[in-house]
């Protein structure tokens, strides 16, 4: 549920004004292998994309140290982390699906379909490649990991806070939808999508924070304490 002291339009703005991350190769190749398949504007068919593929991350890290903490179980500091990680990458997996959920439901309100790249070989040829990606760089390196999907998130960030200043309309545009109530009581459609931008910082802040770099935390009124 919304905490009634974040102001969501200030937040945008602040999203719209801080640069974005000096984002990695393997980041910008990321990126830019989603704008071939989708083009570069962003619409709410990419989002839907951008959103199938933001929880898989999170589960791939739970997974990762339900197995870690069952081996290394006599280790009380890791296992004491790997439950950090796992309730985080629970909370997290959780969220980024409500948002596919809520793109899906504005979707069918606005009488748009899926173009082609939503039909089920490609976004499952998407997915089952980003599974494995995810799986190996958590693999070599749990730090990257959370780094890459830091770049990720400040990326959704940014491209949320603009597709909101891109769609004056929504401004005006009422929340009617039940499920989308659930995830957010907000009034207005621009405003979801604010709650969703923002959900994205909080995703990344708390990459950052994993990775060890908690000076690249962006706070604000009512930010959600570390799990």
């Known amino acids: 549920m919304l905490d ?23 980041a910008r190749f990321f990126f830019l292998s989603m704008d071939l398949v989708t083009g ?11 959103e199938m593929l933001a929880s898989i991350p999170y589960r791939e890290w739970e997974i990762c140290h339900y197995v870690w903490s069952t081996i290394r179980y006599r280790n009380a500091e890791f296992v004491e982390r790997a439950k950090k990680i796992i309730s985080w990458g629970r909370h997290a997996q ?3 699906y409500f948002h596919l959920l809520v793109i899906n ?4 309100e606005d009488g748009i379909r899926d173009p082609w790249y939503l039909f089920p070989l490609i976004p499952f040829m998407m997915i089952l490649s980003y599974v494995v990606f995810e799986k190996v760089l958590a693999l070599f390196s749990i730090r990257r990991a959370f780094l890459f999907n830091a770049e990720f998130e400040d990326h959704a960030e940014h491209v949320y806070a603009q597709f909101v200043k891109d769609h004056p309309e929504w401004e005006s545009q ?22 969703i931008g923002l959900d994205e910082r909080d995703h990344r802040n708390e990459s950052y924070a994993f ?3 908690p000076d690249c935390v962006v706070p604000y009124d009512g930010m959600p304490q570390g799990r």
């Open 174 to 195: 009422p929340v009617t939808n039940p499920l989308v109530r659930e995830y957010a009581a907000v009034d207005t459609w621009a405003d979801v999508f604010r709650r």
């Open 94 to 96: 959780d969220n980024e």
């Open 105 to 108: 439901e504005k979707m069918k």
């Open 40 to 50: 570069s504007k962003v619409t709410l068919a990419k989002t839907k994309l951008i």
């Open 4 to 26: 009634k002291t974040i102001d969501l339009v200030k937040e945008q703005e602040a999203s719209l004004a801080r640069p974005r991350d000096s984002y990695s190769l393997a």
């Open 211 to 213: 990775a060890g770099k």
